[in-house]
């Protein structure tokens, strides 16, 4: 049972990576390229980004502790500890920062789709934010497999 904590961090990081790139790579572009409804494509594909970044924050903190109690303060000092902290701030700053914005700009489109709307172009810019965000995020969900493979 002593190796049951780094057994589930493993786990944590599989879950979170391979979450980051199912989702964003894979499903959301599946649901746009075959649903002929975008607003429902949308719909699902953030109801899914909203659950990855729930999967991050528990995977991220559990990664986190973790760390710091196997190696101390020394935790500090490694590159390890630093992504997963950069990636869980990404994925806060994404989940009540960036995604409330975009909600917002849809519920003051509506009843219209806010791509339709006099909104489409703010909603368009903090999409490409968002997008961005996600990217690094999964380049770092990267270099953390790259780390825990290199221990």
């Given at each position: ?26 499903a ?25 970044a ?9 990664l ?52 339709q ?35």
């Amino acid at each position: 049972m002593k190796r049951l904590p780094d057994l589930l961090a493993l786990w944590a990081v599989t879950l979170w990576v391979g979450g980051l790139f199912a989702i964003g790579y894979l499903a959301a572009p599946v649901l746009f390229y075959q649903l002929d409804d975008r607003a429902l494509a949308g719909l699902l594909a953030g109801r899914m980004f909203t659950y990855i970044a729930y999967v991050g924050m528990v995977c991220g903190l559990y990664l986190l502790l973790h760390r710091l109690v196997r190696h101390g303060g020394a935790a500090l000092k490694q590159g390890f500890f630093w992504i997963v902290m950069l990636m869980l701030l990404l994925t806060l700053g994404q989940r009540y920062g960036i995604q409330p914005i975009m909600e917002g700009l849809k519920a003051q489109a509506w009843p219209q789709d806010v791509m339709q709307s006099l909104f489409r172009d703010r909603f368009q810019t903090w999409h490409g934010i968002s997008s961005a965000v996600y990217l690094i995020q999964s380049l770092l969900g990267l270099a953390l497999v790259a780390k825990m493979n290199s221990r």
